[in-house]
């Protein structure tokens, strides 16, 4: 909650100068860069291989992670920077038959 009583969501933060917030609550949110390695708790993605139609827009949108298998495409290995999981995540989005998930690990 903010000092008005109104939720406190990302937007109205932003908006907040820092000295009125509680520093032990609200830390600065900060652009992570492209090349950062990620944290354990990374998503694991995967490839349902029974729905795939091999069309190919995975493994061009995310060379070097995904590539076609015999019958489907397959993970050749998890993202391990921001620009990569960038790349999977667009692999999933596009996918024409949603068959790429994606599964959050707990830490
Ligand atoms: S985009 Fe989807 S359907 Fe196309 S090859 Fe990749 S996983 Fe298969």
New binding site residues.
Partial sequence: MTADNLPATDERLDSVPPSALDPALHQPRRAASMNERLEPQSPIFS?APE?????????SLAPGL?A?GED??VIVRQPETVEETTAMYA?LY????H??RKRSVKP
């Fill in positions: 490839v729905g795939c139609l091999r069309c190919g827009a995975c493994s995904i076609m489907a495409a692999a596009n996918c024409p038959l068959v790429i």
